[in-house]
T-cell receptor, first 114, second 109 residues
Framework: NAGVTQTPKFRILKIGQSMTLQCTQD?????MYWYRQDPGMGLKLIYY???????DKGEVPNGYNVSRSTTEDFPLRLELAAPSQTSVYFC?????????????FGPGTRLLVL | EDQVTQSPEALRLQEGESSSLNCSYT??????LFWYRQDPGKGPEFLFT???AGEEKEKERLKATLTKKESFLHITAPKPEDSATYLC??????????FGSGTRLLVRP
């Protein structure tokens, strides 16, 4: 299993441009998540999905959109990029594990908006 | 509001010098507490899940414990390869992870 894969690894955007961050998992997990991590900080949830066709906002959804048409894929769309969206983006997936969840993370996409 | 606070922010140890990292939390209806390890430029790597007060889990030189208000990650006789950022996170009934800001651990040979 490849686990959770993300593309691209690194991208530079100009202010106002748009892009899609790709995330794919091959573990047949129902739950998928997008986080952003700013330097020296923990991860903040942007959007999540509990299954194909079902998505919901996390803590910091403004400026982003998601879709989930298949179990495997959960792309994150940035519209009108702003410098405040410079960050490292992590995708994760999970399965229910007892009373909680164990989330498995991808390697991240580093985004710089200039 | 659910909150996770980790201390210290950074910790420097000599190889073999044992210590503990703290994670205090405030959450309504804790479903699970998670410890992750994150190396520079990589995604978080799962270490442990704890579900109830009094629970303990071990993996090599790491041992995680849980009380009703905090969790400790004990590192026994650390090695330089244990250097990383250790992240704590909790889930409530929504299954969303709430992360602390992490403890950066440096183990010097």
């Amino acid at each position: 299993n490849a686990g959770v894969t993300q593309t691209p690894k690194f991208r530079i955007l100009k202010i106002g441009q748009s892009m899609t961050l790709q995330c794919t998992q091959d573990m047949n997990h129902n739950y998928m998540y997008w986080y952003r991590q700013d330097p020296g900080m923990g991860l903040k949830l942007i959007y999540y999905s509990v299954g194909a066709g079902i998505t919901d906002k996390g803590e910091v959804p403004n400026g982003y959109n998601v879709s989930r048409s298949t179990t495997e894929d959960f792309p994150l769309r940035l519209e009108l990029a702003a410098p405040s969206q410079t960050s490292v983006y992590f995708c994760a997936s999970s399965y229910l594990d007892g009373g909680g969840e164990t989330q498995y993370f991808g390697p991240g996409t580093r985004l710089l908006v200039l | 509001e659910d909150q996770v606070t980790q201390s210290p922010e950074a910790l420097r140890l000599q190889e073999g010098e044992s210590s503990s990292l703290n994670c205090s939390y405030t959450v309504s209806g804790l479903r699970g507490l998670f410890w992750y390890r994150q190396d520079p430029g990589k995604g978080p790597e799962f270490l442990f899940t704890l579900y109830s007060a009094g629970e303990e889990k071990e993996k090599e030189r790491l041992k995680a414990t849980l009380t009703k208000k905090e969790s400790f990650l004990h590192i026994t006789a650390p090695k330089p390869e244990d250097s990383a950022t250790y992240l704590c996170a909790v889930t409530d009934s929504s299954y969303k992870l709430i992360f602390g800001s992490g403890t950066r651990l440096l183990v010097r040979p």
